[in-house]
């Protein structure tokens, strides 16, 4: 059977019909530009622009009758109205800050933030680039009223500078990357608890109550080892309702879940590589006599399945499976959803608007990067650290001038900051233009860089 295997489990080309070949190919090339870090981002500009193009042509009206549709879920007598902007804002969110809560739980488990001295330099690079964005905004903005729109530019969007950082191509250091990377990780942790601390509404215990039911609900189905991550769907609704009654923001339930997810791979990984070998096996010895026998397949084949999910930690493969919904669906219909601006009824001429605007845009372009690069050298100066392997002074400053991309998790603050339509209008206007500004000088910057390593060493 085996020297001719292969040629029964993968057919010559020429024996796959044209319309197959072609499906193939356009999945294929569809799967590769799912995995380019570059692509997500552009897909998250496309839809702010989109957005922005549509809430200012005459066709506006439509744009916020859409988000403002009644959206009703629930079953008999539990009925739960609310518009689709709160669908998207309040509860596909969730899923966003579970895949932020996994990458947090993955990187205190194996990553960057698992080594405190390894973690120490993109650690104090985040507070930095919280702090003095905080202070600047503060300094331009302290009356009453938009003074809680301190956090708006303290934020980073991961997407969108790993995109940009992606653009420059393989002449940029992977432990840039990685820097980068982590701080934007610990960024988001900072963001969290800025939300949960001070954008929770007055708390109410009852709901606190529920999450730690539902909670309690996930650690027995894990500790039974129910493996299936549609079987966690209840458990975590009934997380987010507890938030969401509690009066904290109810996508923190995405990031305690994303905090719960397991991090090893199941007790039974060499019992699912013994099945493995064995269905797999059986497989190959069937591959020539399919016709008739279909049914003997069935077993094997879902033990396949199962020791799929045996051998993969669960939080890898959530990560896996929840990244491309997250990348090309929730961020981009979130930006969607958000980032049309009206300007026409914009005021800048009185009042705190123009303060608001000029604060985050500031803040976004020169208080994160100043934050970034004098905390990062502060902490190498004190000998808390040292600069990664193959990266310089000048690609903190790569990180620092990309650090100031705030996009969605700046909208998703200002969303909390500001109820007030007109202000809140004007603080994405500022996370617009201070994100597209600062994406634009760190890509600039990143081409210098680029051809100052690429030049000859004999040139001046």
């Known amino acids: 059977m085996l020297p001719h295997a292969p040629m029964q489990l993968n057919p010559l080309p020429s024996k796959i019909p044209p319309v197959e070949r072609i499906a193939r190919r356009a999945f294929t090339a569809l799967e590769h530009f799912l995995h380019i870090e570059a692509a997500s981002g552009i897909v998250l500009l496309l839809a702010a622009v989109a957005a922005l193009v549509w809430a200012n042509s005459p066709f506006a009206h ?3 009758a859409l988000w403002e549709m009644p959206v009703v879920l629930g079953a008999g007598n539990l009925m739960y109205d609310k518009p689709l902007h709160f669908w998207i804002n309040d509860a596909l969110m969730t899923v966003f800050f579970l895949v932020v809560g996994i990458e947090i739980r993955r990187e205190i488990h194996e990553g960057s933030l698992s080594d405190i001295r390894q973690a120490m330099l993109p650690l104090a690079a985040a507070i930095g680039g919280v702090v003095a964005p905080a202070l600047l905004y503060l300094g331009m903005n302290h009356r009453a009223g938009i003074v809680q729109g301190w956090a708006v530019p303290t934020a980073t969007d991961i997407a969108f500078a ?37 954008y929770s509404s007055g708390l109410d215990y009852t709901g606190f109550a529920i999450s730690a039911a539902g909670i309690l609900m996930v650690l027995l189905m894990q500790r039974l080892g129910i493996g299936m991550a549609p079987a966690y769907i209840v458990p975590g609704g009934v997380v987010w309702v507890g938030f969401l009654v509690s009066g904290a923001h109810p996508t923190l339930a995405g990031v305690v879940l994303g905090l719960l997810t397991p991090v090893v791979p199941s007790r039974r990984r060499e019992h699912a590589l013994v099945q493995l070998s064995s269905a797999a096996g059986h497989v190959a010895d069937w591959g020539t006599d399919l016709a008739g026998d279909l049914d003997r397949l069935a ?14 930690p669960p939080v890898l493969r959530i990560q896996w499976a929840l990244h491309p919904w997250v990348a090309y669906g929730v961020m981009p219909l979130f930006a969607l959803a958000n980032a049309g601006v009206t300007l026409q009824g914009l005021s ?20 994160k990067p100043l934050g970034v690069l004098g905390a990062s050298w502060l902490a190498v100066n004190l000998g808390l650290c040292r600069l990664p392997t193959g990266v310089t002074w000048g690609d903190v400053i790569l990180i620092a001038l990309l650090a100031g991309i705030g996009f969605t998790m700046s909208i998703f603050v200002a969303t909390l900051a500001f109820p007030d339509g007109g202000i809140l209008g004007i603080a994405k206007l500022g996370v617009l233009i201070g994100s597209l500004v600062s994406g634009c000088l760190g890509f600039a910057w990143g081409l210098v860089l680029t051809r100052r390593r690429n030049r000859p060493q004999g040139d001046n």
């Open 348 to 367: 800048l001429s009185s009042g705190p608007a123009p303060w608001v605007l000029i604060g985050i845009v500031v803040a976004l372009l020169v208080g």
């Open 299 to 312: 077993r094997p084949m879902q033990t396949l399945r199962l020791a799929q999910r045996e051998l993969l």
């Open 62 to 64: 439509a744009y916020h």
């Open 162 to 198: 790993v995109g940009v950082l992606a653009l420059l191509g393989q002449s940029v250091s992977g432990n840039v990357r990685i820097f980068l990377l982590t701080l934007a990780i610990v960024d988001d942790i900072i963001a969290v608890i800025i939300i949960a601390w001070f």
